[in-house]
């Protein structure tokens, strides 16, 4: 299946809204007296200072381990001098870094940290390897969201096939996602294989379930992106290698119907979009200071960020607010991966922190949120 990025972007909320998916829609009301947030502060360009020449990534997704640090996870990684990523060959890129981000105070931007290195030293490491089989130049494994349980660490990743002749931000083909495992003490991934023999758990016209994930004691709750509708599954920890054990919102409360019970099957049925208009990443945490679930993502090809609301984490959830837009930089824009990092949160939730990524300047960029 040939997924592209424009394609997700320029899709409406009505494409998913009057379907056969049920969705919150999107509200274009300016943030007024009734936004959620009472301030944003634009912090930077993050990780831009350190010891690998690493000067470009996407993604920044993060993890938090047991020793209380968070592992970051980055999508294709540049080193060294670039224009634009869009011009960037990635053959010999790596397709995925990590780094390690000790508890700190976010007020002034990310300070603390460490790239995962080769083992000289010299250059970052590639976390989530490649196959025998698979070509750096056709094929990218960029990682997502996950979990530790126990003495492991997972996270699902994405593999994507290049297109030739192809920008990669116009269109390349998406073909399912996976999933690794590490031990939290040395953090050396390997991929784990599907029931299939393949590395894929879902394949491309599947949600890509993974994108973020929730951990709770009994469940870990997994969101998948289609179509740029988001959909829920969950698993026990100790099951989430296990395709089968995983269960599917087939079912939950809107707005429109508050009363609909949550029903969870062994099947994905596509009735049960939780909300829609999100590029694939986003996050979906907790918050204790607001007593409710706090939904974050970048709207679709649009220069915006917004949040939603809902009081557990299957809905209802709010229309999307806008609560940031992104200065613009050139008409090529694309404004994509913000989400919260809840381990870094403040005043029992009051101050969250949000990454996103602007295709112009391709780094992971940092603004703080204050609640009412």
């Known amino acids: 299946m040939t997924i592209s990025r424009r394609f997700f972007l320029s899709l409406s909320t009505g494409a998913l809204a009057t379907g056969a998916w049920t969705a919150a829609k999107f509200a274009r009301a300016e943030p007024n007296e009734h936004s959620i947030a009472a301030s944003v502060r634009y912090l930077g360009k993050q990780f831009q200072e350190n010891a690998v020449n690493v000067t470009g990534c996407d993604g920044a997704t993060s993890i938090k381990l047991p020793s209380g640090d968070a592992l970051w996870l980055f999508g294709d990684t540049v080193e060294g001098p670039f224009t634009s990523i869009r011009t960037v060959d990635l053959k010999d890129k790596l397709s995925n ?15 603390q940290f460490h790239f995962l290195t080769q083992t000289d030293g010299r250059r970052p490491r590639q976390i989530i390897p490649f196959a025998a089989d698979e070509d750096p130049a056709k094929q990218r494994l960029w990682p997502m969201s996950g979990a530790c349980v126990g003495k492991h660490v997972y996270v699902f990743y994405h593999r994507i096939t290049l297109i030739d002749g192809v920008n990669i931000f116009d269109n390349f083909q998406l073909d399912g996602m996976g999933l690794a495992r590490a031990n939290t003490d040395d953090l050396q991934f390997e991929r784990l294989k599907a029931p299939d023999g393949t590395y894929e758990l879902w394949k491309g016209s599947d949600p890509t379930y993974g994108v973020f994930v929730n951990q709770t004691a009994d469940y870990l709750y997994l969101w998948g992106n289609l179509l740029t509708g988001m959909f829920l599954a969950r698993t026990r920890p100790d099951e989430i290698e296990d395709l089968a054990s995983c269960e599917y919102l087939a079912a939950a409360p809107t707005y429109s119907n508050p009363n609909v019970e949550s029903r969870w099957s062994r099947h994905f049925e596509p009735a049960t ?10 996050s979906a945490a907790y918050n204790p200071y607001l007593g409710k679930y706090l939904a974050i993502h970048s709207f679709l090809r649009e220069n915006k ?21 992104p200065q613009h930089i050139a008409d090529t824009d694309l404004i994509y991966a913000a989400k919260e990092h809840p381990e870094m949160a403040q005043q029992n939730g009051q101050r969250i922190y949000v990454t996103f990524i602007n295709s112009s300047t391709y780094i992971p960029e940092l603004i703080e949120v204050a609640l009412k």
């Open 97 to 111: 870094t990590g780094a390690i981000v000790p508890t700190q105070d976010a007020t002034n931007g990310i300070k």
């Open 273 to 282: 979009c939780l909300f829609d208009s999100v590029p694939n990443e986003m």
């Open 305 to 325: 960020i917004v949040v939603r609301t809902a009081p557990q984490l299957y809905g209802p959830w709010t229309d999307g607010q806008i609560i940031y837009r």
